[in-house]
């Protein structure tokens, strides 16, 4: 999964790319895109390496972008240059500065930056459509296509973002290729003073949030920058200190899958003991393909233990032995923390 990290200077975003990393970047109004990647924990995968000892154990992961931000003070948002780093991204990260900053005039108005951003992406979006309208003229575009950029564009006239459009109103097949920035999901950080960290995120904002279908969190990267370095031990302490249960990691990324709607199954052997993050409702053929083209393609069935199933009898062979092993068809609903077997044949 690819989070994009946007914001206008001043918000603190590559600090909160160093609080989400564990890197120590130099901050400020650089130019220079930073890539981190960090791997999801997750204590069944933790067990199931103990129990497999594999060569290779692999942890789904996160690659944040630290996308450069705007500066000036003719600057009003962000450059159509942003704009372009940000469309091959999975998720939109979008850091609002809620704390005193001296190299800026001004008190942070994180509501108004909010709504800076939606614009931009909104007139982005709307000009791609509109091209493609202005195309479809001439090249006489399949009906249902026409249909799509049609119900795009009079989502986006009336302000609203492509995400808030259900899969039964919009498919997003004929959006392919074109980057769509209101479509992609989107997770808002509240950068906060650190006395403010544990605190909500205010009513108002967290009402616009639910209005563009986009998720929150707070968090004060100024000081979980800094817990991120320390030593495990250590960390649990500070964060006490700040009124927290968890790093900023560990909430981002709850609160990421939850946006996201994933769920993660397991392949395990010997050689490797994997992660896999799907959407809940991926049926079994597609989960095969995130694995392999050829399972999907030449998919037979799936064998299926649960991974309560799973540590409730210790190994395969017992699951096998109680008749507790499911065998699954193509159209099987993944769920989370199953253990697949994949048999195919091409």
């Given amino acids: 999964m690819k989070v994009g990290l946007v914001g206008f200077a001043g918000s603190g975003k590559t600090t909160v790319f160093n609080t989400m990393t564990g890197l120590a970047v130099p901050t400020g ?5 930073r890539l981190g990647t960090v791997k999801v ?3 069944r995968i933790d067990a199931l390496s103990r129990i497999f000892s594999p060569q290779k154990t692999t942890y789904a992961e996160i690659v944040f ?3 450069p931000g705007e500066h000036g003070a003719d600057r009003a948002g962000l450059s159509r240059k942003a704009l372009q780093q940000i469309r091959d991204q999975d998720v939109l990260c979008l850091v609002l500065r809620a704390f005193p900053n001296p190299a800026l005039e ?3 108005d994180p509501a108004a930056d909010l709504e800076a951003f939606h614009t931009e992406c909104l007139l982005a979006d709307l000009e791609i459509v509109e091209r493609r309208l202005d195309r479809a003229k001439k090249d006489k575009p399949d009906a249902l296509e026409l249909a799509a950029f049609d119900l795009m564009k009079t989502t986006l006239e009336r302000e609203r973002p492509l995400r808030s459009l259900p899969a039964a109103a919009l498919n997003r097949a004929h959006l392919k290729g074109y980057g769509m920035l209101t479509d992609r999901p989107l ?3 509240l950068n906060r003073a650190e006395g403010e960290a544990a605190e909500p995120i205010p009513p108002a904002l967290a009402a616009r949030l639910t209005e ?3 998720g929150g969190l707070v968090l004060s990267a100024s000081v979980e920058a800094e817990i991120a370095t320390m030593e495990p031990a250590d960390r649990a302490a500070f964060l006490g200190d700040l009124g927290l249960e968890e790093s900023a990691l560990t909430r981002f990324i709850r609160t990421a899958y939850g946006l996201l709607d994933l769920v993660s199954f397991f392949t395990v052997g010997e050689d490797e003991v994997r992660a896999w993050p799907i959407r809940r409702g991926t049926i079994a053929r597609q989960a095969a393909g995130r694995i392999h083209s050829d399972l999907e393609r030449g998919f037979i069935r799936a064998e299926v233990i649960p991974y309560a199933v799973f540590t409730q009898y210790g190994s395969e062979q017992a699951v096998k032995d109680a008749g507790r092993l499911q065998v699954e068809g193509k159209d099987y609903v993944v769920a989370d923390g199953d253990i697949l077997h994949i048999r195919f044949n091409v």
């Fill in 29 to 33: 109004y650089g130019g220079e895109l």
């Fill in 41 to 43: 924990p997750d204590e």
């Fill in 106 to 108: 001004g008190d942070p």
């Fill in 65 to 67: 972008c630290d996308i």
């Fill in 187 to 189: 997770l808002v950080v």
């Fill in 212 to 214: 563009l279908d986009a």
